[in-house]
């Protein structure tokens, strides 16, 4: 590898990198908003999303610049494939975390219920996977990344769990429905967000290894 193409992925390794910490801070921050009813703290989210989209952009087009000057080939190929691939997976969960915290707005608009206890535990576990997949691509480490793509199995089980709970409340309290609407929805975020770290972590894999892995498969 020439010291120009190594200089040129280690930028676009630290982009990807800073872009994660970003997006890790937003799902955290909208779990939060959305559980204390914040709508300022929602507000912030909803603004700083505008650079997370801004950074995706930034990285694909430095992405395809070092693929038109250096013609990587082989594992560093692979490397500067999967780094724009997960830009554009952090993006996405960006926009996730945006939708969470809009719909935590949307939740002061009516009388406040009570969230169902599984909704916080789901939240950290989601921001555990994320995490954990981006610790994987720092580490470079196959196995941590296969740890995060079995754990979306249990986020998948938390969302089932808290429509049962939407289901059971609203035969107490059918005038909630639109409540429980937007929570059920909020959970679907944070499903969808536990789906994306999961492809992350399958991104890890195939860059170190070469394989496709991805969740709802076996990754052993």
Do not use: T
Not at 21 to 48: C, G, H, M, S, T
Not at 97 to 126: H, T, Y
């Amino acid at each position: 590898m020439s010291w120009h193409l190594r200089r040129e992925m280690e930028k676009l390794n630290r982009s990807v990198l800073e872009m994660s910490a970003r997006v890790e801070q937003a799902v955290l921050d909208a779990a939060r908003a959305f559980l204390n009813r914040d709508a300022e703290l929602a507000d912030q989210i909803i603004e700083r999303d505008r650079r997370i989209d801004h950074q995706e952009m930034e990285i694909a087009e430095e992405g395809l610049k070092i693929l038109a000057l250096y013609q990587p080939v082989a594992r560093d190929l692979r490397f500067i494939y999967s780094l724009g691939k997960i830009s554009g997976i952090l993006e996405r969960i960006g926009d996730l975390a945006e939708n969470l915290a809009r719909k935590g707005k949307s939740l002061n608009r009516w009388a406040a219920v009570a969230i169902p206890e599984d909704f916080s535990p789901m939240a950290e576990q989601v921001r555990g996977m994320l995490k954990n997949g981006i610790d994987s691509l720092i580490e470079r480490d196959p196995k941590k990344a296969a740890e995060v793509i079995k754990a979306d199995r249990e986020v998948n089980q938390a969302k089932r769990d808290i429509r049962k709970a939407a289901e059971s409340a609203l035969q107490a309290a059918p005038a909630a429905f639109p409540q429980w609407l937007i929570i059920v929805a909020a959970s679907r975020n944070l499903e969808r967000i536990g789906d994306l770290a999961a492809n992350i972590a399958a991104e890890v894999v195939y860059c170190e290894e070469g394989r496709i892995a991805r969740h709802g498969f076996d990754c052993e």
